[in-house]
């Protein structure tokens, strides 16, 4: 029996990805991107979730030992488009001080926290998600 779906503008399903954990899961993500804004008709904010997923599974890659990470692209509301990166380490995130070397490395937190309307890190049991909301203005 066929079954057909209907592509809803926010809320479940959304799209996600598990990857391995390797810097080259990075186009994997963000192919997983481009197509959920376009399917959502958001294509403006396809070069900012580029960034945010890329600087996201860069962080997840550098600083973890996982050997697999989820990406996961949502619309929680009308208002917002929510890009995350799951894996298994429980390390927090640090933003770097802005003191510290940034010509090297230690940009990405950054440069979410530039990009995206907010940003965060859910804790669970088994590791984290780390996230990043970009705004997305209702078509009128």
Known sequence: MPVSSVVRPTGHPGYSETLPALEESADAARNLVRIALATWHLDELTDSGIL???????NAVK???TRSIRVIVSRPSERFVRIGVTDKARVMPEMTKPGDDLLTSGR????????AERWGTDMYRWGKQVWAELLSEPAE
Do not use: R, S, Y
């Not at 945010?52 to 860069?58: D, G, I, R």
């Open 63 to 65: 600083h973890t030992n």
């Open 52 to 58: 945010l997923v890329t600087e996201l599974v860069a």
């Open 108 to 115: 990405g937190l950054l440069l979410i926290d530039a990009l």
